[in-house]
């Protein structure tokens, strides 16, 4: 039988599919309670660390907890067993469970949240509604004589420079002339002192991760030809084309939003909130804005990215009638916030078994921990008392 996980290899695991950098500055994500050196064999999935998840984190035998929110949002001054946190941290730590914690960069990740949702939907061709900025990029540029461009180009990208996606050495060039005149005390690689030059040269251009910038400046100069090559590095900030807050699909046949509100009920876990819609039951509908959590914050995204209906949790009162009285406006279908979220917890579980190639056991918590027990008095008003 192979050897157990440790809890910091689960964590590299994890992090590679929900990197912590990706989370928003005022959440709290990663590592909550845990020895980074105990093993862990078996895992358990939930959204809230509520003190009956871990109850059943212990009765389950699992040595890990991971949850989708957070325990100690907001910081704290006691764990005291006093309190229901403190209890929760106590059970952990006296139970031997570790807790980890991947929200917001769970929300925006690939294969996240939004994409569980959107996939138990089944929505096609799928993007994120609110691209996240990409990772910083500098872009080098340098003018490189003809003859000796290829090989300022390999040195460049030995030094990491032209690195994209799963390719490697990428760069964007074009010829042209430059000229220079070397003054007293130059001394040049071509021309002569006070004789002006005009030479065929290459503009290069190459991305460059800001922390590599010093290393591939090294290898510019050490493989330029020149005494002083003419080179520059330009800050950049491209989109993600993969993370972000929200989805946006289309159904692979249009329907009613009386019949996409149905599908919703019948794919997410039932609540006592149950699903509320706004829009004309009988309009046509196909393509779909959907948020897990939240969703206040993205209903202006949904209406600029055209979407006929924006599926999400927790809308407010003002905030989804004025949003509704808006010109083209998407309907609105509100389902509980724990129940958007909850198709992620079997995706990410799917993920961990193959990345850790089934050394580590995983659970599934389907235990309701919406904070709604019961709904009284729902009625199909259509606007009318």
Partial sequence: MDA????????????????????????AVGLVAGEPGAPVRRVLFAVDPTEEVV?????????LLVTHHPLLLRPVNSVAATTPKGRVLHRLITEGIALYVA????DSAAGGVNDALADALDLVATRPLVPAPGRPLDVLVV??????????REALAAAGAGAVGDYSGCAWSTG?????TPRA????????????????????????????????????REAHPYEEPAFSFLATHPPSAHTGSGRLGRLTEPTTLGELAARVVATLPATAQGVRVSGDLTASVEMVA???????????????????????????HHR?????????????????????????????????????????????????????????GAANTGGNL
């Fill in 176 to 180: 042209g002339v430059g000229e220079f």
């Fill in 4 to 27: 157990p996980l440790h809890l910091h290899e689960v964590i590299e695991l994890l992090e590679r599919r929900y990197p912590p950098a990706t989370a928003e500055s005022w959440d």
């Fill in 320 to 376: 989804a009638g004025e949003a509704r009285e808006a010109d083209g406006a998407p309907f609105l279908i509100d389902a509980a916030h724990w129940a958007t979220e909850w198709p992620w917890l079997p995706v990410a579980a799917r993920a961990l078994d193959t990345d850790s190639a089934g050394r580590v056991e995983t659970i599934v918590s389907t235990r309701v921990t919406d904070p709604w027990t019961l709904r009284l």
């Fill in 143 to 152: 003018h490189v004589p003809e003859p000796d461009a290829e090989a300022v």
């Fill in 103 to 106: 929200h917001t960069n769970a």
């Fill in 55 to 63: 109850a059943e984190a212990a009765a389950a035998g699992a040595d």
């Fill in 185 to 220: 005390g130059a001394n040049p690689a071509i021309g002569m002192v006070g004789s002006h030059e005009r030479v065929a040269e290459r503009r290069m251009e190459m991305v460059v991760p800001p922390g590599l910038r010093d290393a591939v400046t090294a290898a510019l």
């Fill in 290 to 316: 959907v948020c897990g959590g939240s969703g206040d914050a993205y209903l202006g995204a949904a209406h600029r990215a055209g979407a006929d209906v924006y599926i999400t949790a927790d809308l407010r």
